[in-house]
């Protein structure tokens, strides 16, 4: 039940698409990642998950639109929609979504797929 400062755990880190799980709460993992460039298309057979921009900006694409958000803009993305990651400079994000889920759902990819767990 310790406090959590989100601006020092995203300074222990300078990778890119590799999520830091920073807390647990009733099944879901409260995660960290920085992000540029584009994400693979992917989609959850049964997860939702949220994406809360804390600083940069951030798209989310999908297959019929666009969703562009800034610093303290959120969206929830639910199961079973393809979609992907996007950021043309980088952006600092933080994602709710249940615990042991693959950062890139249906598809694995070497570039992409990161280890599952790593915690800060």
Known sequence: MN????EE?????SE???PKVIGELNGQEVKLVKVQGEFPWHH???EDEMFLVWKGRLR???RDRIVDMNP???VIVPHGVEHRTCADAEAEVLIFEPA???????V???TYTAPMGVKL
């Open 16 to 18: 890119h698409w590799r």
């Open 108 to 110: 694995v990819d070497e």
């Open 3 to 6: 406090k959590i400062n989100i």
């Open 9 to 13: 755990k995203f300074a222990l880190f």
């Open 44 to 46: 959850y057979e049964t």
């Open 100 to 106: 042991a889920v693959r950062n890139t759902g249906n």
């Open 72 to 74: 303290g803009e959120c």
């Open 60 to 62: 989310v694409e999908f």
